[in-house]
């Protein structure tokens, strides 16, 4: 079987992208790529052989952001770029094509419905994204891990390492801060805010703050006291030390990193949220805010609603950061910020009308959580979709 998958972007769409592309690989597949020139798609997909036979960056558009006359011209360039796509198609006797979502979906997936070449769309969000919108009737069969009219539900496409790799929780020794790869400077100082709090409860702090903020913030931990090591083989030999804080901007070893950790706090991606669903690591989400339609909101919310997750609006965790920073300012002016921390956190209560996030946490059962994240989401989400796409083709 010959097929094209497409789509890109941000590192969301491109996880889906490359599971998918890795099971058709496994079966002899001929697989092949085609993305966009802007977003990561090339960083993740130019020289990766493993994946795909061959790789296309066409100049695909951002169409939903323009404005006026540039939503014309964005279009166009899209469906102008998408005969490229058709042409190489038909040079490669390409037999499907699988959309994973993104701009640059685009140009491949307009190229397979004017071939009229068997169309499939994957939808990783809770909010259907606005291409997928536009090119659902089109498409043979629309998979989704979210519950859409007319989808066929299947697990969502994880890394296997996300299973292997995972535990059930029993008690919060170490925390998880995941900004994921380019950072969230939200996530990056409430963790900041949290650390001495975090610190006298005896809980190691585990930090990936992107690699926009990586200096700032590890600035800001010295600055507060604590030791940091960007190592992790040294930050487990001094497993008692819980005044060292392991940072980094990026790793591949992030299933190893998520594995020591008992909680998380994360940015609410698709992708984020099965990984940490699929190892069995409970997880208090800080959505991003603009995201498109909300979605990482109502990705997070599928969990929270059902005593899975936490979830609380970046505006609410701002908020309570801020008076966290009043009330040790006017504790340690008193000298009592080191001496009474069930003090602190009482007068805490009284500025902030919001729910106490740290108490939260603390009072979360976190075993019976694990357990349930883990039956959430079931394996071989990838193997499901392209089961169903070659049975649909050879019929």
Request: proline letters at 3%; hydrophobic letters at 40%; aromatic letters at 12%.
């Amino acid at each position: 079987m010959r097929i094209v998958i497409t789509g890109g972007g941000t590192g969301g769409h491109l996880s889906i992208a490359k599971a998918l592309a890795k099971e058709c690989k496994k079966r002899g597949f001929y697989t092949l790529y085609i993305g966009g020139t802007k977003g990561q798609d090339r960083q993740w997909f130019e020289k990766d052989a493993e994946c795909f036979d061959m790789a296309f960056f066409l100049e695909s558009t951002p169409v939903v952001n323009q404005k006026h006359i540039y939503k014309i011209k964005a279009l166009w360039q899209n469906i102008t770029e998408s005969f490229k796509a058709l042409t190489i198609m038909k040079k490669y006797n390409i037999q499907a094509c699988v959309s994973v979502g993104g701009f640059s979906a685009a140009t491949g997936s307009f190229a397979a419905i004017f071939g009229r070449i068997p169309f499939f769309i994957h939808e990783q969000n809770a909010c259907m994204g606005s291409l997928n919108r536009l090119l659902k009737p089109f498409a043979k069969i629309f998979f989704s891990s979210f519950p859409f009219q007319n989808a066929i539900i299947t697990p969502y496409p994880v890394n296997n390492i996300f299973f292997e790799k995972q535990r059930i929780r029993k008690e919060l020794k170490h925390i998880l801060f995941l900004g994921g790869s380019q950072g969230a400077k939200a996530i990056n100082e409430f963790a900041l805010e949290i650390a001495p709090f975090l610190s006298q409860r005896n809980i190691r702090i585990l930090h990936q703050t992107g690699k926009i903020d990586f200096d700032a913030v590890k600035s800001q931990y010295k600055k507060n006291g604590f030791q940091i090591t960007s190592c992790l083989k040294e930050f487990c030999k001094h497993h008692n030390n819980t005044n060292m804080v392991f940072i980094f901007d990026f790793s591949d070893q992030i299933p190893i990193i998520m594995q020591m950790a008992d909680f998380a706090i994360s940015r609410s991606g698709a992708s984020s949220l099965w990984e940490l669903a699929a190892n069995g690591l409970p997880a208090l989400f800080i959505p991003y805010p603009y995201a498109a339609k909300n979605h990482q909101y109502f990705n997070a919310k599928i969990l929270s609603d059902k005593g899975y997750a936490l979830l609380y609006t970046q505006n609410v965790c701002n908020n309570y950061i801020k008076n966290l920073h009043k009330i040790a300012t006017k504790n340690m002016a008193l000298q009592s910020y080191n001496k009474n921390l069930e003090s602190i956190m009482e007068e805490r209560r009284n500025y902030d009308n919001n729910e106490d996030i740290m108490q939260h946490i603390f009072s979360l059962n976190l075993p019976e959580i694990s357990q349930s994240l883990i039956h959430e989401i079931g394996k071989d989400g990838a193997k499901t979709i392209i089961d169903t796409i070659q049975l649909n083709i050879s019929t």
